[in-house]
């Protein structure tokens, strides 16, 4: 793969849904990309993120 058709995949898949997120969420200002199960890319607030995270690893104890 060169770098223009990486370039369109990280447009794609990363920058417009970064773009879409602030657009619904203009207050928001740490984001996070995250992987899910099913290979899609989705973008959180990181703060909720790094929230959830704690918590499962306080569950996981």
């Known amino acids: ?3 223009r ?3 369109r995949t990280i447009q794609d898949h990363i920058e417009d849904a970064i773009t879409d997120y602030y657009l619904e969420n203009p207050s ?3 984001l996070k990309a995250v992987m899910t199960s099913n290979g899609k890319i989705q973008i959180k ?8 995270e704690e918590i499962a690893s306080e569950i996981e104890e």
């Open 1 to 3: 793969m060169g770098a």
């Open 5 to 7: 058709p990486l370039r």
């Open 28 to 30: 928001e200002k740490d």
């Open 45 to 52: 607030s990181a703060k909720k993120t790094e929230k959830t």
